[in-house]
């Protein structure tokens, strides 16, 4: 083995035009005596780990965490605050965005998703299992309002985020978004007019943190 990483140094005062090759073959990264028949499955290795490295990298850039971590300010976790109806009322997670605050609702199916705006129940079909849940958005405009309620002057929206498992394929409803379009619609290329956007909410910002109970803050992207 240390022959064969012997092979693969190179001294750059050694290299120039009539020693440089126009191109490489695996022969001159394999030792002389290297099996030709591991030729072979040494490049497939190599190509499989180079595709998971690449595979893995695009999986962490695609998760909820990182794309709240590049949308949001800040945000926090599993808060109850008062509904405005003397009750309460839980939301898992609340963003800090330069278009306001963010009210996130996430669904974690496998299968093909078909509901819409109107729909009292939607239906998940998968490979192996099939079945019902209740259109969330209505429950994600009681979270939307009983935010407004607390801040008033911000914009609050809210969005039901279906993770990389799930498509719609007879339709979007209307608070339905994917990572990617979630991270479309609340992200900020101008730093600097979001920075100016926060600074305004983040009175409103604070006033949440005052309502709210078992708040959990996240990590602050800026």
Known sequence: MSVFWHNLEYNASEINATTTPAYWTMNDFLPADFPAEYALP???IVLLLVWLIIRS???RDRTLAHILDKIAFERIEHIVIPDGDEGEIHID???LTAQGLLVIDVKDVTGAVFGSDKMQDWT????DRRFTFANPQPALYDRIAA???????VPVAGRIVFLDGASFTKGVPGLVATLD????????????TAKVKIEAFLPHWELIHNHAEGAVKGRTNR
């Open 42 to 44: 040494l490049l497939l």
């Open 57 to 59: 990298r695009r999986v």
């Open 93 to 95: 997670h609340l963003a």
């Open 124 to 127: 998940v079909i998968s490979a």
């Open 147 to 153: 935010v407004r309620q607390i801040v008033r002057q």
């Open 181 to 192: 379009e979630l991270m479309d619609e609340f992200g900020e290329l101008d730093k600097a």
